[in-house]
């Protein structure tokens, strides 16, 4: 949680209180010839070096992300309006996150088998055999740390009986700019009770008489998933992966009340939900992370 400490505006302000209060203590004692003036100097002097980056955290600025829209049409041999809408990001002051993140979306093209620099397929059998092509992305969740993107793409090859479509999700710590996934958000116990809350939710689901084999469906380490704007998860099943094509992709939502007791503390997920989760750290041992939000509840 040390990212919420220094980059939560209320706990910035709570510790450099802080350390005034204690710096004028400390200089009250010394003016009345009190040793505990040494002690605590020797103590603030451990933070005087780092309080003014805490007031105003210049890595603030790193958290801005800009993200531009950009359409490609594909040169297909049956189709002239084959067209694909991606993102560009651009992440300021850090050239390296943002190589990152734009290298995560290309690869997303890439499993497509699509050149989106070229705007090309990348067989040349594909130009040939594809009828129709578009695929379009959604910024489903973007905070300070997390950005969630969800990818939905309509292939039609010449001849089929109809097209199909598919959803790929990219979720990425945006403090690293690495892509993290379904096995990186839950404590090791969590998947079993998540995994029940997903299928009760699927006995709900239109398709629930359906299924190919209800008892075997399990939640995969890889499993597509994505964050929405109510701090909500979302499960995605492909098509065809649980049930027959007139299910198509199946989503379910999963409330974050239901999970928030399996969240890995240590995962990319935990700075997200810590503002959920703060009165439960004693319980779940987290004593450090607990002191750091006992500053809420002071009132100054």
Known sequence: MIQQLIYNKRNRLFIVVLW????????????IDDK???TGVAILTLFASNIFSIMIPTQKDTFKVDITEKEIKLKLKYSDDS???YP???YKDNTSIERKINNLINF????LQLDIKNKIPLKDSLAEELGDFSSEYEVTYKNENILSLKFLSYF??????????????LNINLLTGEEFEFKDIFRSYGYEPVEKIVKEKLLEHDCKDMYFDFESIHLRVNQNFYINNNDNLVIVFF????GPGCCDIIEIEVNR???????????PLSLLYSKYTEDRYIDKGHTFDYIFSLHKRFKF
């Open 20 to 31: 005034f209060i204690l710096i004028t203590y400390f200089l009250i004692q010394w003016a």
């Open 83 to 85: 067209k694909v809408i």
């Open 257 to 267: 009340k239901d999970f928030l007791d399996f969240i890995n503390p240590n995962g």
């Open 36 to 38: 505990s003036f040494e």
């Open 88 to 90: 560009i990001f651009k």
């Open 239 to 242: 098509k065809y992966e649980i």
């Open 108 to 111: 997303i093209y890439l499993r």
């Open 156 to 169: 039609y090859y010449k001849g089929a009986a109809h097209g199909n479509s598919e959803i790929i999700t």
